[in-house]
């Protein structure tokens, strides 16, 4: 009879620790386990392309930015201060993922650091030490997708304040009864826009893009100021008018017509 019990109370014993091993070891199990695809948004989310929002703005009605986002780590930013200026500030940089992959550092070649929690279709941007910003104006730090990746590259020809450096082969510096203003033209991605100054006189009108990097300009007009030197600022006119392609590299722009020698050649204008 005790060696009966001596044998249940064994086998009792058994069960019972072999039950706390098999938990511990599904404790440890659950402890070690990764996040999930769907707690990590660089691997599950669609994230490339290009997001746009108003952020606030203490000095202006706000800052009009885009963010576009590649694979390979590269970012562009560009921001219009609204109600101060309409020159598109442009700065290319480089991304970089959290351990958790869920958020993104993008720093700029001129030292600045943003961070965005990256979510369906939007990127929130956070603060300096990458917390969630509250309050009234929260809503406003959300930039929404506007664009799938296979639009960044005409991304990175429309929205950019594109600086006259040379017109038909000649250097082109400020106009001299321009008071210092520049010669330049932003396309606008919103209704296919062209804006911009001949260095005198504003101007605007429409624009075309085709495949094959070909563009044409129409419906041109612009302001009647009468300046001295304006052989340069109607020159420039007459190859917006002219020209059928570009060739973009980089910050660099060139207009060409019939892919002969360029008509003029641009540069992109970066936030300092």
């Given at each position: 009879m005790k060696n009966q019990v001596t044998a249940l109370f064994f086998m009792l014993f058994m069960l019972f620790t072999s039950g706390c091993?098999?938990?511990?070891?599904?404790?440890?199990?659950?402890?070690?386990?990764?996040?999930?695809?769907?707690?990590?948004?660089?691997?599950?989310?669609?994230?490339?392309?290009?997001?746009?929002?108003?952020?606030?703005?203490?000095?202006?009605?706000?800052?009009?930015?885009?963010?576009?986002?590649?694979?390979?780590?590269?970012?562009?930013?560009?921001?219009?201060?609204?109600?101060?200026?309409?020159?598109?500030?442009?700065?290319?940089?480089?991304?970089?993922?959290?351990?958790?992959?869920?958020?993104?550092?993008?720093?700029?070649?001129?030292?600045?650091?943003?961070?965005?929690?990256?979510?369906?279709?939007?990127?929130?941007?956070?603060?300096?030490?990458?917390?969630?910003?509250?309050?009234?104006?929260?809503e406003r730090y959300i930039l929404r997708k506007i664009a799938h990746p296979a639009f960044v590259p005409a991304a990175s020809l429309g929205e950019t304040y594109w600086k006259l450096i040379e017109l038909n082969g000649h250097p082109v510096g400020p106009h001299p009864g321009g008071k210092g203003r520049e010669a330049h033209m932003i396309l606008k991605n919103a209704g296919s826009r062209v804006e911009g100054s001949g260095g005198c006189n504003r101007f605007f009108g429409s624009y075309a893009l085709k495949p094959g990097n070909r563009i044409r300009f129409y419906g041109l007009g612009s302001s009647m100021m009468a300046c001295p030197g304006m052989d340069s600022e109607a020159a420039f006119f007459r190859v917006l008018e002219t020209a059928d392609s570009y060739a973009l590299d980089g910050d660099r722009l060139q207009l060409h017509k019939a892919r002969m020698a360029p008509l003029a050649r641009f540069e992109a204008v970066y936030l300092k």
């Amino acid at each position: 009879m005790k060696n009966q019990v001596t044998a249940l109370f064994f086998m009792l014993f058994m069960l019972f620790t072999s039950g706390c091993a098999h938990y511990a070891q599904s404790g440890d199990a659950a402890a070690a386990r990764p996040v999930s695809a769907g707690d990590n948004s660089m691997v599950s989310l669609d994230w490339e392309g290009v997001y746009r929002g108003v952020l606030p703005c203490a000095d202006c009605r706000g800052i009009e930015t885009e963010v576009t986002v590649e694979q390979g780590g590269r970012a562009i930013v560009r921001r219009t201060y609204a109600g101060k200026s309409e020159r598109v500030f442009t700065e290319e940089g480089r991304l970089t993922w959290d351990a958790k992959g869920r958020t993104i550092a993008i720093r700029l070649k001129d030292g600045d650091v943003s961070h965005y929690l990256v979510g369906e279709n939007r990127l929130v941007m956070l603060d300096r030490e990458g917390n969630r910003i509250t309050g009234q104006l929260a809503e406003r730090y959300i930039l929404r997708k506007i664009a799938h990746p296979a639009f960044v590259p005409a991304a990175s020809l429309g929205e950019t304040y594109w600086k006259l450096i040379e017109l038909n082969g000649h250097p082109v510096g400020p106009h001299p009864g321009g008071k210092g203003r520049e010669a330049h033209m932003i396309l606008k991605n919103a209704g296919s826009r062209v804006e911009g100054s001949g260095g005198c006189n504003r101007f605007f009108g429409s624009y075309a893009l085709k495949p094959g990097n070909r563009i044409r300009f129409y419906g041109l007009g612009s302001s009647m100021m009468a300046c001295p030197g304006m052989d340069s600022e109607a020159a420039f006119f007459r190859v917006l008018e002219t020209a059928d392609s570009y060739a973009l590299d980089g910050d660099r722009l060139q207009l060409h017509k019939a892919r002969m020698a360029p008509l003029a050649r641009f540069e992109a204008v970066y936030l300092k």
